[in-house]
């Protein structure tokens, strides 16, 4: 233990389904994170549109914050593309919508006819998602909150605003929005302009590492430790996560969604980039995550909710038990997407395809992994095709490493061997971040990672051989 020579840093890091403050203390050699508080994020319907409860969040932050104590520094990473509106006077204007909502529907498409696929794809790098927060804004356009609204802020701006009374715009977050230039590193005022939004509404950009101030001594917190800008993507800090040792690694970032890609010196903008639907997203210290978001987790839990209790762990080890490849369905299809019955939605799209429908929950579970499985190859293997990019490894970190059938089923998939680990890996690269812009630790990415494998539990899983039956199961899927 470095004892008195550790620093305290404290991440809040908001997932999809859960939120999280964790203690991480850091010094020469030693890296520990202890969890001083987990919540639920639970979206509310409210007259037939989805909402974030941002403030229900935003409680058990502070709560979790003054469990955490005295800490150096704090940092905040959350989902992507989302946003809270504020007026004049600094108020929020509503709670949040949640991507998932209907109200983009179509949006993307009408967009893309106005200003060009190719065009969108040259400027920002990102894939075709309908609730990027270009289509979100659109839908918006109109509304009372819009006319009302003085600033824009991400997600963990907001709460980075809420702590400190500054707004800015961290670009790892910034990046995700389709409102991004990637080469030129700021906001895309032209793009915005063709589509109809306000680039006045935009705050400054900051990087990683950035001091945004310290907290507002109305908050309470002791010793108003100063808020840090992290990689505010939670995927941006999940992949400084990635315990690598050089280049030759893809990730996936396995959680509610699975997003799965390598990391490179400079973006890919080609046309079978575009085509193949893959993302440039900025990452630390000038990366770029070039990845494709998969569905991930997400038919899973919504299975688990719409089942009820559920002893998951048993269901799984039913689940490896059960006939390999014989039901698989793309997780990308949009049908997928919102909340609702996902048992059903996946055997109707087993009797579409032709697979065979699962008959029970085990069957549906082992439906799930194999297609996740199946999807992390096919996006392993386009990355590596589109970027040049040869990968000896991969990392699967987040809450999937957990899942041992699927780390296992994911190594099979690709004829790679995986390395799962570590399971916080967003809020490992959220204290990293800060440890290093207070000079706790120093070094390029590379450093931070081998303290990450020096101080970190992993698994290695091998590939087993059949590959030709994950060939002959993509080819049924069209892949």
Same mark, same amino acid.
């Given at each position: 233990? *470095?004892?008195?020579?550790?620093?305290?840093?404290? *991440?809040?890091?908001?997932?999809?389904?859960?939120?999280?403050?964790?203690?991480?203390?850091?010094?020469?050699?030693?890296?520990?994170?202890?969890?001083?508080?987990?919540?639920?994020?639970?979206?509310?319907? =409210?007259?037939?549109?989805?909402?974030?409860?941002?403030?229900?969040?935003?409680?058990? @932050?502070?709560?979790?914050? %003054?469990?955490?104590?005295?800490?150096?520094? @704090? $940092?905040?990473?959350?989902?992507?593309?989302?946003? $809270?509106?504020?007026? *004049? !006077?600094?108020?929020?204007?509503?709670?949040? =919508?949640?991507?998932?909502?209907?109200?983009?529907?179509?949006?993307?498409?009408?967009?893309?006819?106005?200003?060009?696929?190719? %065009?969108?794809?040259?400027?920002?790098?990102?894939?075709?998602?309908?609730?990027?927060?270009?289509?979100?804004?659109?839908?918006?356009?109109? !509304?009372?909150?819009?006319?009302?609204?003085?600033?824009?802020?991400?997600?963990?701006?907001?709460?980075?605003?809420?702590?400190?009374?500054?707004?800015?715009?961290?670009?790892?977050?910034?990046?995700?929005?389709?409102?991004?230039?990637?080469?030129?590193?700021?906001?895309? =005022?032209?793009?915005?302009?063709?589509?109809?939004?306000?680039?006045?509404?935009?705050?400054?950009?900051?990087?990683?590492?950035?001091?945004?101030?310290?907290?507002?001594?109305?908050?309470?917190?002791?010793?108003?430790?100063?808020?840090?800008?992290?990689?505010?993507?939670?995927?941006?800090?999940? =992949?400084?996560?990635?315990?690598?040792?050089?280049?030759?690694?893809?990730?996936?970032?396995?959680?509610?969604?699975?997003?799965?890609?390598?990391?490179?010196?400079?973006?890919?903008? !080609?046309?079978?980039?575009?085509?193949?639907?893959?993302?440039?997203?900025?990452?630390?210290?000038?990366?770029?995550?070039?990845?494709?978001?998969?569905?991930?987790?997400?038919?899973?839990?919504?299975?688990?909710?719409?089942?009820?209790?559920?002893?998951?762990?048993?269901?799984?080890?039913?689940?490896?038990?059960? /006939?390999?490849?014989?039901?698989?369905? +793309?997780?990308?299809?949009?049908?997928?997407?919102? /909340?609702?019955?996902?048992?059903?939605?996946?055997? +109707?799209?087993?009797?579409?395809?032709?697979?065979?429908?699962?008959?029970?929950?085990?069957?549906?579970?082992?439906? @799930?992994? +194999?297609?996740?499985?199946?999807?992390? %190859?096919?996006?392993?293997?386009?990355?590596?095709?589109?970027?040049?990019?040869?990968?000896?490894?991969?990392?699967?970190?987040?809450?999937?490493?957990?899942?041992?059938?699927?780390?296992?089923? !994911?190594?099979?998939?690709?004829?790679?061997?995986?390395?799962?680990?570590?399971?916080?890996?967003?809020?490992?690269?959220?204290?990293?971040?800060?440890?290093?812009?207070?000079?706790?630790?120093?070094? +390029?990415?590379?450093?931070? %990672?081998?303290?990450?494998?020096?101080?970190?539990?992993?698994?290695?899983?091998?590939?087993?051989?059949?590959?030709?039956?994950?060939?002959?199961?993509?080819?049924?899927?069209?892949?």
């Amino acid at each position: 233990m *470095a004892g008195d020579r550790e620093a305290r840093f404290a *991440a809040v890091d908001l997932g999809a389904s859960n939120g999280r403050v964790m203690l991480g203390r850091v010094g020469p050699g030693s890296l520990h994170l202890t969890q001083a508080h987990r919540f639920g994020n639970e979206p509310v319907r =409210v007259g037939g549109t989805l909402h974030w409860d941002i403030l229900h969040l935003y409680r058990n @932050i502070l709560d979790g914050l %003054r469990a955490a104590g005295d800490v150096t520094s @704090i $940092g905040v990473d959350s989902w992507a593309v989302d946003y $809270g509106l504020l007026d *004049a !006077t600094g108020a929020l204007l509503g709670n949040p =919508v949640h991507y998932r909502d209907r109200r983009t529907d179509g949006v993307a498409d009408r967009v893309a006819g106005r200003l060009g696929e190719e %065009r969108l794809y040259a400027t920002t790098g990102l894939q075709h998602l309908p609730f990027n927060t270009l289509y979100q804004l659109v839908a918006s356009a109109g !509304t009372p909150q819009w006319d009302a609204a003085d600033r824009l802020l991400l997600i963990p701006d907001l709460v980075a605003y809420w702590l400190t009374g500054q707004p800015g715009a961290e670009i790892t977050n910034a990046s995700t929005t389709q409102l991004y230039d990637l080469r030129r590193r700021a906001w895309a =005022v032209d793009l915005m302009a063709a589509a109809g939004i306000r680039g006045d509404l935009f705050p400054p950009l900051r990087e990683p590492g950035t001091r945004i101030g310290p907290v507002r001594p109305d908050v309470g917190l002791p010793g108003r430790p100063e808020v840090v800008a992290v990689a505010s993507h939670d995927t941006a800090s999940a =992949v400084v996560g990635v315990p690598s040792q050089g280049t030759r690694f893809a990730y996936v970032s396995c959680g509610t969604w699975s997003l799965v890609g390598v990391e490179l010196d400079a973006p890919v903008l !080609t046309e079978a980039s575009r085509l193949a639907n893959f993302s440039n997203e900025s990452g630390v210290d000038g990366t770029i995550r070039y990845l494709r978001n998969v569905m991930g987790l997400w038919l899973l839990q919504e299975s688990v909710r719409w089942w009820g209790p559920v002893d998951l762990p048993d269901l799984l080890r039913q689940a490896a038990a059960e /006939p390999a490849l014989r039901s698989v369905v +793309d997780p990308d299809d949009p049908v997928f997407l919102p /909340p609702g019955d996902m048992p059903a939605r996946l055997a +109707d799209a087993c009797r579409r395809t032709g697979a065979a429908v699962p008959e029970s929950p085990a069957a549906t579970v082992r439906c @799930i992994v +194999d297609s996740l499985a199946l999807a992390h %190859r096919r996006a392993v293997h386009q990355a590596q095709r589109l970027s040049g990019r040869d990968v000896d490894v991969v990392h699967m970190v987040g809450g999937g490493a957990r899942n041992d059938l699927l780390c296992q089923l !994911t190594a099979d998939a690709c004829g790679l061997p995986v390395i799962a680990g570590p399971v916080e890996a967003t809020a490992l690269g959220n204290v990293l971040v800060q440890a290093r812009a207070a000079g706790t630790i120093g070094g +390029d990415l590379s450093a931070l %990672r081998a303290l990450l494998r020096e101080t970190q539990h992993l698994v290695r899983y091998e590939p087993r051989g059949h590959q030709a039956a994950w060939r002959a199961a993509e080819a049924r899927l069209g892949g």
